[in-house]
């Protein structure tokens, strides 16, 4: 639910700080109809559903990145590794408990925080804009995220599964 989201935007607005959220998906008029009520139509473009190479091209081309989990504990994406390799600050709307956190935690320029305080979301992207510069990030401790490693681990568990008696 984007909601608070929206709300720290328009925080934003009435700051002085004009960012634009560009949306990469599926036209949604319910989400449209917040970008209304709560007044951020300049700052919002939905661009419709895009193909994967298309995707990571908006994803890389992004000052932030913006993850909304479920609101469960066990919610996870595998958009989190695509977010990762695209080497910007990540904004991570999740349970600070559960899937996405087990990821992005002591991972750095990611900020997790709870979907439901758009002052706090407000801040972190005030604060991410003040400190972050146009320089790629390279994070330490990503190597296990890395499709290769992760191809070899569930390499190893069907090697396993086929070498029991």
Request: proline share 2%; glycine share 6%.
């Amino acid at each position: 639910n984007p909601i608070y989201f929206l709300k720290a935007l328009k925080i934003l607005k009435e700051k002085d700080i004009n960012i634009k959220f560009t949306y990469v998906g599926e036209k949604n008029d319910e989400i449209n109809e917040m970008v209304e009520q709560i007044w951020v139509l300049d700052q919002f473009e939905s661009v419709g559903r895009k193909s994967y190479t298309e995707t990571i091209s908006y994803m890389k081309g992004a000052g932030i990145l913006l993850l909304i989990g479920s609101g469960q504990e066990t919610a996870q994406t595998a958009k989190i590794f695509d977010y990762l390799g695209c080497k910007r600050p990540i904004l991570a709307l999740a349970s600070e408990k559960g899937g996405i956190a087990d990821v992005v935690n002591n991972l750095e320029k990611i900020s997790l925080v709870e979907n439901n305080d758009p002052q706090r979301i407000s801040n972190l992207i005030e604060d991410f804009l003040n400190s972050h510069s146009e320089k790629l990030l390279e994070r330490e401790n990503i190597s296990q995220y890395l499709r290769e490693n992760l191809t070899k681990q569930l390499s190893d568990v069907f090697n396993n599964v086929i070498n029991q008696d």
